[in-house]
């Protein structure tokens, strides 16, 4: 499966985002679905989680409450809504899609299909 994710941009502390991930090449229903992102001279870093139906979804600390991970199986996309967006937010964000069934994937290694990554910048 092919991902192609955008949405990102400049924002000042406070605002909001929404960042989008376009599947195709395969059936998007398929797979379980993730958001992360890295920061410069950091690592990537697991930020939510959700699965095939959508019935269920996984946060990191960090972004609960914040953000909203949700999909549209019939368009191929999953989402990821964040507000009162925060400077240390500012980061290169990532879709993923895996196939493994354990329940949260939340390690990078876990996901085998991976977007280019779209930027958050968040000004304060």
């Known amino acids: 499966v092919q991902l192609q994710a955008s949405g990102g941009g400049l924002v000042q502390a406070g605002g909001s985002l929404r960042l989008s991930c376009a599947a195709s090449?395969?059936?998007?229903?398929?797979?379980?679905a993730g958001w992360f992102r890295q920061a410069p001279g950091k690592e990537r870093e697991f930020v939510a989680a959700i699965r095939r139906s959508g019935g269920n979804t996984v946060y990191a600390d960090s972004v609960k409450g914040r953000f909203t991970i949700s999909r549209d199986n019939a368009k191929n996309t999953v989402y990821l809504q964040m507000n009162s967006l925060k400077p240390e937010d500012t980061a290169v964000y990532y879709c993923a899609a895996t196939s493994a069934s354990s329940w949260p994937p939340t390690e990078t290694r876990r996901y085998g299909y991976w977007g280019q990554g779209t930027l958050v910048t968040v000004s304060s």
């Open positions: 090449g395969r059936t998007f229903s398929n797979y379980r």
